[in-house]
């Protein structure tokens, strides 16, 4: 077995390191305490071709692998959460849907101009009723003539008042149940699309979560994505590639507060010596060393699989399950190795604290990735 990283992966991480350290971090706190979307950043982003990192390059990419996307999700996470949610939402929700069942027409007019980095991209799944219980969609696209016809509302959608296109799923065969749902692709203006409010979110301030209406809204008929009544299939296997970016956002906001908890755990002294030194201190640093280094391992195994054709599935849900609920008890404990300092917005740890607590919830909540791990070991459906 080999763990290295190839040299195209260093360079992409000491790459977005570099970049994030320079140009992200040292606005986390404004973009946390304003929730203003740092815009300035993804067009820097866009030109440094990070955009587009794991697709093609005849479509805007950079043809990196999923191992290199994920990297550079944990690179951006470890200074800023708000970012990193925004970046793997546009590749792995907005732009990825495209890539893996449009066709030649809709990669050229939709995926090109996202990998470039001319704008985000946004996928609308969940709603006021649907949410781990995605099959339970209520938005419905009927065919009029050369024009698909589509109602409902979608909450919680990243990116989705900024994004260029939003992708939706909606029934259009109730009969069919599951089978009757498919998925389309709006472009931004489109009438009769509009946006809630900026929810004002714990944590990731800066990244932009909405609700979505639509109200008669027409697309052309080549709008659909994929095959009709595809769309539940279609955003499983979404999920699970999405799945990989949240394991590796958990990663990196672990790294952010673990790096800060070492860096303090030298500095403050207590009873005549630093406090890394007292056994309770430092078994904290001892145990977040050991889930930050196996967290990072199986979400690398994860994106590996996925980049050798293989089934990623079952890895996926391990990964993003492990990631995230370690993560929350490594930004936990840092604010503790903090004290009262963690507890101030004076240190960073406390806002990655909030900003990891979301990732036990999107794209697949701890129970839910419990019932997909316990089925595939069972055997059940």
């Known amino acids: 077995m080999h763990f290295d990283l190839t040299r195209e992966q260093e360079l992409i991480r000491q790459t977005v390191r570099e970049f994030a350290e320079k140009e992200i971090a040292p606005r986390a706190r404004h973009v946390d305490e304003t929730g203003e979307f740092p815009a300035e950043t993804f ?95 209520r938005t419905r696209a009927v065919l009029e003539g050369n024009e698909w016809v589509i109602n409902g509302q979608k909450m919680w959608i990243t990116n989705a008042p900024i994004a260029g296109h939003l992708i939706v799923t909606a029934v259009t065969d109730p009969e069919r149940g599951k089978k009757g749902i498919s998925a389309f692709i709006i472009p931004r203006g489109t009438p009769g699309l509009s946006f809630g409010k900026h929810e004002p979110k714990m944590g990731l301030r800066g990244s932009i979560s909405t609700a979505v209406m639509l109200e008669n809204v027409r697309v052309p008929r080549e709008n659909m994505l994929g095959e009709r009544g595809h769309g539940f299939v279609q955003f499983l296997r979404v999920l699970d590639g999405g799945r990989i970016s949240i394991g590796a956002m958990a990663v990196g906001l672990a790294q952010g507060a673990y790096e800060a908890a070492v860096r303090y755990a030298r500095e403050r002294e207590a009873f005549g010596k630093p406090i890394g030194m007292h056994q309770s201190v430092a078994n904290m640093i001892a145990d977040m060393e050991v889930g930050i280094e196996t967290a990072r391992l199986y979400v690398y195994k994860a994106a590996w699989l996925k980049d050798q054709h293989r089934h990623f599935h079952r890895e996926a849900a391990v990964a993003k399950l492990y990631a995230s609920e370690v993560s929350e008890k490594i930004c936990r404990d840092a604010i503790q190795i903090f004290g009262g300092y963690g507890y101030s917005q004076e240190f960073p740890v406390e806002r990655m604290y909030r900003d990891t607590r979301l990732l036990t919830i999107g794209e697949g909540t701890s129970e839910i990735l419990r019932n997909v791990i316990s089925h595939g070991v069972l055997g059940f459906r």
């Open 43 to 137: 067009a820097k982003m866009g030109k440094l071709g990070l955009m587009g990192l794991p697709f093609p390059e005849e479509y805007g990419g950079a043809g990196a692998d999923t191992i290199s996307a994920a990297i550079a999700v944990e690179e951006v996470a470890r200074v800023c959460g708000s970012t990193a949610l925004a970046y793997a939402a546009h590749m792995g929700l907005g732009s990825a849907p495209i890539f893996m069942f449009g066709t030649e027409e809709q990669k050229r007019k939709f995926l090109v101009p996202a990998a470039r980095g001319e704008y985000l991209g946004a996928f609308g799944l969940t709603e006021p009723h649907a949410g781990s219980d995605a099959g339970a969609t």
